[in-house]
């Protein structure tokens, strides 16, 4: 197997305790998008609060860009192409950039087509991916990367909006690290936004100390909280703030594996902390 070969999954679909479908990894032990189920967690953490619908119909000759960091079933990246599909056609056009180093659970979740929304044109631009790598329609191209992140994300195009959904810090580390989110960081535009269900104060301090303003996002399952991330400060709603930052500095995990030695002067300087 090359390195670039996609390798197996080795994936089920499985009921979330909400009844609804999804695809655990055997090796792993997780759920992709567990308790709610893909649908509706795809709208709520990524789609939604990307403003995705918002920034597709400005006026702008180049493709809205999304950077999709881990493909697995496709949920999140088939959420953005109907949204995308269904735009009038003076929208802005999407291109969609999907990440893994796998296609097993894309595979597994085509072949339960009615259950993980792949049927009609989703399904034909999900079996072109699989097959070709790439489709393109005239609202919407997706195209795939395979390989083993953070490495990948040096092929990225620039990026506006990234779908930051690896497997949890404890099942990936190398994915949460200071060093995953800077080779982010590096291919963000302006005015990007980076969305995560994770809302960890490690998970935070990494993308602070990455080079990212980084704030509050959307309420996950069981009450937390999960992460919006940006390039300016200015969009995010609910920027952390210094009672978060007090916080950091009493916390047992406040940093990533490869935090600098002085990780919480670091970040306690930061703009995002420091009155106006
Ligand atoms: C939680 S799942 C993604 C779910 C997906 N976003 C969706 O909407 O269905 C995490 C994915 O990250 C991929 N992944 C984990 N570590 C990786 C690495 N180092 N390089 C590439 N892909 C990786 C896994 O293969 C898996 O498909």
Redesign the pocket.
Known sequence: MSPTEPRE?DCEVVETSLGAPA?R?RVTG?V??PVVG?AIE?SRLYVEPSRLATRLAEPDAHPLVLL??????????IAAWRLSAAMPGTARRLAIVS????L??LAL?VEHAAEFGFEGEAGVAARALLTDRRHETARTSWSFVP????E?LAQAPLADVV?W???SPK??P??WSVAAFAALRRVCRAGATVHTYSGATATRSALLLAGFAVGVGPSTNAGKFGTLAATDRETLAEPLDRRWLERLSRSSAAFPADAPTDALARVAALPQFTPA
Not at 68 to 77: E, H, I, K, P, Q
Not at 99 to 102: A, G, L, R, V
Request: proline share 8%; aromatic share 8%.
């Open positions: 999954l695809i990894d997780e992709m998008h893909p795809a999709d960091v881990g493909l697995g079933a496709g949920s999140n990246a990440f893994d180093h796998s097993g659970a979740a390989g083993e992140l953070p990948t779908f959904d690896p497997f099942a990936n190398s994915l």
